[in-house]
T-cell receptor, first 115, second 113 residues
Framework: KQEVTQIPAALSVPEGENLVLNCSFT??????LQWFRQDPGKGLTSLLL?????REQTSGRLNASLDKSSGRSTLYIAASQPGDSATYLC??????????????FGKGTLLTVNP | AAGVIQSPRHLIKEKRETATLKCYPI?????VYWYQQGPGQDPQFLIS???????DKGSIPDRFSAQQFSDYHSELNMSSLELGDSALYFCASSSSSGANVLTFGAGSRLTVL
């Protein structure tokens, strides 16, 4: 069984600050790891996907790293903006048999960027 | 590029009624997943289908059932609705021949009154 933990549960920062969101997972035999953004009451927007063979992925001001051996991933947001305010979810796959991989989500980090 | 299409986007039902949610996966994706996200909760896995057969089952109530059809679209049927069934229901699809990357739909919001 895969368990995903995200720290902190909530984070409030002033605009322009760089920040790091943390994610840990128990089953290190993962195929990949995804970071999602979710605005209140809205759907899941995939931000970054890191394959198990990669150590990091970058998209604009976002950088995600993956350390399988320690069971950790981080999402780094540079020069934060009020528009970055949302819940950020980390999700790791769990192979329950055969070719089926289901995602297990962390409880998310609620980020608030204050103008 | 085509995404995962879910319908309806919003649905309001009374207690004890029945609701059906539909999901149309990305073309050539053979696996469909259903997730339920209650208010303030993380998405919880309900059930998945691979090549029209149920492949895995999570915390899906007995009142719920689902199937995947020959065109790979999937439907989640919910009966005897309870207030606690009010949630966002997400469908995701993936290809077993790809990198097993799940792509999520925008979700269907069910409100039970």
């Amino acid at each position: 069984k895969q368990e995903v933990t995200q720290i902190p549960a909530a984070l409030s920062v002033p605009e322009g600050e760089n920040l790091v969101l943390n994610c840990s997972f128990t089953d290190s035999a993962i195929y990949n790891l995804q970071w999602f953004r979710q605005d209140p009451g809205k759907g899941l927007t995939s931000l970054l996907l890191i394959q198990s063979s990669q150590r990091e992925q970058t998209s604009g001001r976002l950088n995600a790293s993956l350390d399988k051996s320690s069971g950790r991933s981080t999402l780094y947001i540079a020069a934060s903006q009020p528009g970055d305010s949302a819940t950020y979810l980390c999700a790791a796959p769990f192979n329950s048999g055969g070719s089926n991989y289901k995602l297990t989500f962390g409880k998310g980090t609620l980020l608030t960027v204050n103008p | 590029a085509a995404g995962v299409i879910q319908s309806p986007r919003h649905l309001i039902k009374e207690k004890r009624e029945t609701a059906t949610l539909k999901c149309y996966p990305i073309p050539r994706h053979d696996t469909v997943y259903w997730y339920q996200q209650g208010p303030g909760q993380d998405p919880q896995f309900l059930i998945s289908f691979y090549e029209k057969m149920q492949s895995d089952k999570g915390s899906i109530p007995d009142r719920f059932s689902a199937q995947q059809f020959s065109d790979y679209h999937s439907e989640l049927n919910m009966s005897s609705l309870e207030l606690g069934d009010s949630a966002l229901y997400f469908c995701a699809s993936s290809s077993s021949s790809g990198a097993n990357v799940l792509t999520f739909g925008a979700g269907s919001r069910l409100t039970v009154l």
